[in-house]
């Protein structure tokens, strides 16, 4: 029997407007978690190099904790799971928010170590012969160096955890991928549909990727 099977472009058009709707909750997911867990990546990442065991295990459990397990179990447990626990329910961007924050904080936290880490040791020794306390030779001198360094990493975690709010249609979230399947529920055009939902993808993760590229461009990105 032969098939044959035509893409209808005028279909994927027509879905645009429609999930166009679903972005600006991608981008609050996935921004506002980035941004959470870029402060608990530093934190975490500055325990994990703390000369003080009783300081580094919980760095080390939370890390591996996180990287451990999928980002999808993740925020079905802070949506479902975590309720149980606290005895109220918790809204649905605000679980996957935390769940971006929770998941890519672990991955930041190594970022930043490996960043701070990178700074030869005499950085450290000559900041301190210049009469700086430990903290400001870090502030000043480890600090600014290791964060250019880190930049080009940040910023794949940061596409990446745009990916990863694909996932959160399942507790409901209008993001893009949820609005592409209430779409076809009523269009039946699957095919044509999840094309616009990759492309709309496609843009925002190129976006960031050539806003990274003009940052290394100028030369705010350091070796």
């Known amino acids: 029997m032969d098939v044959t099977f035509q893409f209808d472009w005028q279909a994927a058009i027509a879905s645009i407007p429609y999930l166009l709707e679903g972005i600006p909750w991608t981008l609050l997911i996935s ?18 190099i703390s000369p003080l065991r009783l300081l580094r295990w919980p760095a080390v459990t939370y890390i591996e904790i996180f990287r451990g397990t999928p980002v999808l179990v ?9 309720p149980q ?47 700086l306390s430990r903290v400001d030779t870090f502030r000043y001198i480890i600090w600014p160096q290791a964060l250019r360094r880190m930049i080009p990493a940040l910023g794949n975690q940061g596409i990446v ?13 209008g993001e893009l991928v949820r609005q592409g399947q209430i779409y076809i529920a009523t269009t039946f055009t699957a095919l044509e549909v999840y094309f616009m939902v990759a492309m709309l993808y496609l843009v925002i993760t190129l976006s960031l990727s050539l806003a990274l590229r003009m940052v290394e461009r100028r030369g705010l990105v350091g070796q």
């Not at 993740?74 to 479902?80: A, D, R, S």
């Not at 929770?102 to 990178?118: D, F, H, K, T």
């Not at 955890?161 to 979230?173: E, Q």
Request: net charge neutral; charged share 10%.
């Open 74 to 82: 993740q925020v079905l447990f802070i949506f479902y799971g975590l």
């Open 31 to 48: 921004f506002g978690g980035l941004a959470i867990g870029f402060l608990i990546g530093i934190f975490f990442g500055l325990l994990r």
């Open 85 to 131: 626990i606290i005895g109220g329910p918790i809204d649905a961007v605000t679980a996957g928010i935390a769940a971006i924050a929770l998941n890519a904080g672990a991955y930041i936290s190594e970022i930043v170590r490996g960043g701070v880490q990178s700074i030869d040791r005499g950085q450290r020794e000559a900041g301190l012969s210049l009469g």
């Open 161 to 173: 955890s745009i990916k990863d709010t694909s996932l959160f249609s399942v507790i409901g979230v």
